[in-house]
């Protein structure tokens, strides 16, 4: 089944502990990206890739990295999590030649740190 | 910064009716995407219309465009209770490859 796959889909953490979220999709896509989505203010991108090594930063990047090695594969990293990165977390890809359109998104991930 | 700004943010309304859901954005765009979200689940992508365009339909959804007035409107016929979510409105970024989402219109269909 074509899919976008996030995990965990809740996590709870302590602030300070480092933590990744995994992405991962199997459509062959090659643009992926990243989103938190808060209570009143829809959702932000946080870093997007349009390919393998390719990535930039969203509306809200600071205090989070993102890697692109594999073309399935965008982890998103919280080195150093704080309370006000408690939020609901969306990775999505889009299909070769649509860049930021038509994306496929993933069932999401519930953060909540400590 | 949010580009498009969805209203109302709250619509309810009797199984049968039209619902209608306007989006405002703020710069010059290349198009314009409407998604859809099933309490806190992943978004759905309904349509998308590009900036030369004024209107499309799909299925029970009709989008309009006015890029003068820097607006979308997303009607959804016929309406069911299956159609309760949230809808959200998305335009390219100032870079053309990132993204931004209005706060999204809560649609409640009674049955």
């Known amino acids: 089944e074509a899919q976008v796959t996030q995990n965990p889909r809740y996590l709870i953490t302590v602030t300070g502990k480092k933590l990744t979220v995994t992405c991962s999709q199997n459509?062959?896509?090659?643009?992926m990206s990243w989103y938190r989505q808060d209570p009143g203010l829809g959702l932000r991108q946080i870093y997007y890739?349009?390919?393998?090594?390719?990535?930039d930063k969203g509306d809200v990047p600071e205090g989070y990295k993102v890697s692109r090695k594999e073309k399935r594969n965008f982890p998103l990293i919280l080195e150093s999590p704080s309370p006000n990165q408690t939020s609901l977390y969306f990775c999505?890809?889009?299909?070769?030649?649509?860049?930021?359109?038509?994306?496929?998104f993933g069932s999401g991930t519930q953060l909540s740190v400590l | 910064s949010q580009q498009g700004e969805e209203d109302p943010q709250a619509l309810s309304i009797q199984e049968g009716e039209n619902a209608t859901m306007n989006c405002s954005y703020k710069?010059?765009?290349?198009?314009l995407q409407w998604y859809r979200q099933n309490s806190g689940r992943g978004l759905v992508h309904l349509i998308l219309i590009r900036s030369n365009e004024r209107e499309k339909h799909s299925g029970r959804l009709r989008v309009t465009l006015d890029t003068s007035k820097k607006s979308s409107s997303l009607l959804i016929t016929a309406s069911r209770a299956a159609d309760t979510a949230s809808y959200f409105c998305a335009t390219d970024g100032n870079n053309n490859n990132d993204m931004r989402f209005g706060a999204g219109t809560r649609l409640t269909v009674k049955p």
């Open positions: 890739s349009m390919n393998v090594e390719v990535t």
């Open positions: 999505a890809s889009s299909p070769p030649g649509y860049a930021n359109e038509k994306l496929f």
């Open positions: 710069t010059s765009i290349n198009n």
């Open positions: 459509m062959n896509h090659e643009y």
